[in-house]
């Protein structure tokens, strides 16, 4: 279908299964794997329209927004869901299935960068969600060890087989010659994050939350949060791993000389919004960042695995997330210090 047609069915999809009559239909902000739309209705009122791929798995999509519901019992700002006439969160109709959700009006995302009061408004955001995720049916928080959640070993079998296909693939793009070099690099420099690695506790906390805590799913009207978007389905990972995803966001790390101290800021909001959270963890947040950078190959991968999804930005990005590792590894002790001068 052309994109005309494709507004054309997602508006009959409004009418029939969500008692939606839109004035108005049109492409909405590109998701990763995802057609979205905005529809405005004659109120004014607009709604977001997530159209999923064929080969979503909807079950998955059903207890992310379900997981998403369950946040905002705990007061997150998550975007209110629409349910179909039936009572459904996503809606089939032949090939098309659909959720909708309020529109976030007048909102921005975090792509720009935590400053100012920023930084406290996102970690006592995420300190409300973790608080609140820990209380999920699928299961209580627990202690999982560190080599886990930065799992040295595996990074190395990854950065390796990444090699090998570059090996049999050269790149054909100057950003897959980064890529394939920067990968190089990493694999070198992997025995040195082990050892920065091995100050890690033993153990650490693990629990249900978002998922997916990119710059892309925070939200914000100037300096408050309004929406969180995206969750994943439920499963336990590193708290402190998603708080540091956000907060130490590359662009923030490379745009903001003191964000040491706006770390230390975010952290301070999240432990008043979530005081359950360990100190000892609380600590570990620009180190699980660092470590868990050096292990990934995203984007790095991306030129073989999907050559069309290599844009400027996404380029932009890739080089950014490499340098910022070098920055957070760079200042790690100066901001391990301030975050215990402010714990202690």
């Not at 693990?206 to 914000?220: K, P, T, Y």
């Not at 008043?272 to 360990?278: G, K, Q, S």
């Amino acid at each position: 279908m052309n994109a005309q047609s494709d507004v054309m069915v997602v508006a009959g999809v409004l009418a029939l299964h969500y008692r939606i009559f839109p004035t108005d239909v049109y492409e909405g902000p590109t998701g990763t794997a995802t057609c979205n739309y905005v529809a405005r209705v004659g109120d004014g009122r607009r709604w977001f329209v997530k159209g999923y791929p064929e080969s979503a798995e909807l079950g998955a999509e059903r207890r992310a927004l379900e997981l998403a519901e369950f946040a905002a019992l705990g007061g997150v700002p998550v975007p209110a869901m629409r349910r179909t006439v039936d009572g459904d969160l996503i809606a089939t109709d032949g090939e098309l299935a659909v959720s909708v959700a309020a529109f976030a009006e007048g909102a921005e995302t975090a792509e720009g960068g935590l400053y100012g009061e920023r930084w406290a408004a996102v970690g006592a955001t995420v300190g409300r969600m973790h608080r609140m995720l820990a209380r999920h049916p699928d299961g209580p928080p627990r202690r999982t060890p560190s080599h886990e959640i930065c799992d040295v070993e595996r990074g190395r079998q990854r950065l390796e087989r990444l090699l090998a296909r570059y090996a049999k693939q050269p790149p054909s793009s100057p950003f897959g010659a980064w890529a394939r070099d920067t990968a190089r690099a990493r694999l070198d420099e992997l025995p040195a994050k082990a050892s920065m690695l091995k100050a890690l506790p033993t153990n650490l906390a693990a629990q249900i939350v978002h998922g997916d805590l990119s710059s892309l799913n925070v939200m914000l009207r100037g300096e408050k949060v309004v929406a969180v978007i995206d969750f994943r389905p439920p499963a336990h990972r590193s708290p402190m791993w998603e708080l540091g995803r956000i907060v130490l966001d590359p662009r923030t790390v490379l745009n903001a000389p003191d964000w040491p101290t706006g770390l230390a800021t975010a952290v301070a909001a999240y432990r008043e919004a979530n005081p359950a959270m360990p100190v000892k963890d609380l600590l570990t947040v620009p180190r699980v960042a660092a470590g868990y950078l050096a292990c990934s190959v995203y984007p790095l991968s991306e030129p073989l695995d999907d050559p069309p999804a290599v844009t400027p930005q996404s380029e932009a990005y890739g080089r950014a997330r490499h340098e910022a590792l070098g920055v957070l590894c760079a200042r790690l002790d100066e901001a391990e210090e301030v975050l215990r001068d402010l714990l202690r």
